[in-house]
């Protein structure tokens, strides 16, 4: 089983403003959750694998964020660039 977490950035309009990032993370399958004695060790790997990937998603979407920014403000990236 899978959890596919997508990130969009838009524009106050919905178009979109940077590119998606999809992250997909495995995780443990329904019938791993066998009785109340492996609930809390079965959704801890859910929720270890859920929030790395989660992390994951918005780095990369903070990077493609960053990236229009530098298209759309050159300006930025030479101060960038230039140590300032």
């Known amino acids: 089983m899978k959890v596919q977490i997508i990130v969009n950035i838009t524009n106050e309009d ?24 492996n609930f809390g060790e079965v959704f801890d790997q859910y929720e270890r694998n859920v929030l790395k990937a989660r992390n994951e998603a918005v780095a990369a979407a903070t990077e493609n964020y960053l990236s229009e920014l530098t298209k759309e403000k050159p300006s930025l990236k030479q101060r960038s660039e230039q140590g300032e």
């Open 14 to 37: 919905h178009s979109p403003a940077a590119e998606s990032t999809a992250i997909e993370v495995n995780v443990p399958e329904f019938e791993a959750f066998t009785g109340p004695e």
